[in-house]
């Protein structure tokens, strides 16, 4: 018996020093990634590090964090920041943000507030902490502007994985992001829709593609330059908005310049109502607005069913063509 009882106690002083090994470890990272930071040129700071959660998990709370990377061009700043892991497994990540903090780019500082915002996260466990997989739930979402109105959402989902299988790419990730009930700022609303015919919501939003980067998301990208997108295939595109009721499948890659190539196969259901909505909200001018209404009209009949259009959306040469009719610029993928 008193075998047994030392060894039990053998054993629970050797965790005991294990996880105050950990926890000290851990601490002394963060402080030691911070100081990088600041010699590297960035606004580092942080109040307090505590990491308490003994015997079996290891709960780190950094308070007053500031953040910035001029060279990259954004800030963050929140009164604390906390990622729990278990003592066993310190590469399976609880991230939970705080119900406000503020980012910052060169458009200007957005204050972020929310009921609930937290994150699993599972990286590889070693230093360069590549991204295996993440969930971020959110609930309660607002996004003051820099430009005055809020932006709200009353849930959202993100979800990522790396790409698996022998056809896979080295840098792929499946992502997919689904929102609900997304409210517009007043003055937003009012400009894209003046006449009040939408609801003031957007009912969902969701989008599951695979991306293909040109390198890892790991902590050197986070610390330097992000890894740029080269090519996104889009498997599930859809947004309700009232009457509104758009879908869309396809790929795009990015060019030589660096702007998006390649299509997207639309499906919209009420399509004059976007037409207008975008029209009225400048996107388009009333004479190509024309021309989309008489070019994707006869598309639309040609398929028997004049309220719903199937059209592909064309990115080429710098610039985007709905059906036959150009429509504006296509957008930048990556630096190149």
Request: proline share 7%; hydrophobic share 45%; charged share 20%.
């Given at each position: 018996m008193r075998v047994i009882l030392a060894i039990v106690a053998l054993g629970a002083l050797g965790w005991t020093g294990w996880w105050f090994a950990v926890a000290s470890a851990k601490?002394?990272?963060?402080?030691?990634?911070?100081?990088?930071?600041?010699?590297?040129?960035?606004?580092?700071?942080?109040?307090?590090?505590?990491?308490?959660?003994?015997?079996?998990?290891?709960?780190?709370?950094?308070?007053?964090?500031?953040?910035?990377?001029?060279?990259?061009?954004?800030?963050?700043?929140?009164?604390?920041?906390?990622?729990?892991?278990?003592?066993?497994?310190?590469?399976?990540?609880?991230?939970?943000?705080?119900?406000?903090?503020?980012?910052?780019?060169?458009?200007?500082?957005?204050?972020?507030?929310?009921?609930?915002?937290?994150?699993?996260?599972?990286?590889?466990?070693?230093?360069?902490?590549?991204?295996?997989?993440?969930?971020?739930?959110?609930?309660?979402?607002?996004?003051?502007?820099?430009?005055?109105?809020?932006?709200?959402?009353?849930?959202?989902?993100?979800?990522?994985?790396?790409?698996?299988?022998?056809?896979?790419?080295?840098f792929a990730h499946e992502m997919a992001f689904t929102a609900e009930t997304l409210s517009l700022p007043d003055d937003l609303l009012r400009g894209v829709d003046p006449t009040g015919v939408l609801s003031p919501v957007i009912e969902t939003a969701r989008f599951d593609v695979l991306a293909t980067?040109?390198?890892?998301?790991?902590?050197?990208?986070?610390?330097?330059?992000?890894?740029?997108?080269?090519?996104?295939?889009?498997?599930?595109?859809?947004?309700?908005?009232?009457?509104?009721d758009l879908r869309g499948k396809g790929a795009l890659t990015a060019g030589a310049d660096g702007y998006a190539v390649g299509r997207i196969d639309l499906r919209a259901r009420n399509w004059r109502e976007m037409i207008d909505l975008a029209e009225r909200a400048g996107a388009v001018s009333s004479g190509v607005a024309g021309t989309m209404r008489g070019g994707l009209g006869l598309l639309a009949r040609l398929a028997g069913d004049g309220e719903t259009l199937e059209a592909p959306l064309d990115f080429a040469d710098g610039r985007v063509f709905l059906g036959p009719v150009p429509i504006g610029r296509a957008p930048r993928m990556a630096s190149r």
């Open positions: 601490e002394a990272a963060i402080t030691a990634w911070l100081d990088e930071r600041r010699a590297s040129g960035w606004v580092a700071e942080a109040s307090a590090i505590d990491v308490e959660g003994f015997p079996y998990r290891v709960d780190t709370t950094v308070r007053g964090l500031e953040l910035a990377n001029p060279d990259a061009g954004w800030a963050w700043s929140a009164p604390q920041f906390q990622f729990l892991t278990l003592a066993y497994q310190p590469n399976h990540l609880i991230a939970i943000w705080p119900d406000a903090q503020t980012i910052a780019t060169v458009f200007g500082a957005t204050d972020v507030r929310s009921e609930t915002m937290r994150g699993s996260l599972v990286v590889e466990p070693d230093t360069r902490l590549t991204l295996r997989r993440t969930a971020i739930e959110i609930v309660g979402l607002g996004l003051t502007l820099p430009v005055g109105g809020v932006i709200g959402i009353e849930s959202a989902m993100l979800t990522t994985r790396q790409a698996e299988g022998p056809a896979a790419a080295p980067f040109d390198g890892p998301w790991d902590r050197p990208a986070i610390e330097g330059v992000p890894p740029a997108l080269d090519a996104l295939e889009i498997r599930d595109m859809t947004l309700t908005w009232g009457s509104l």
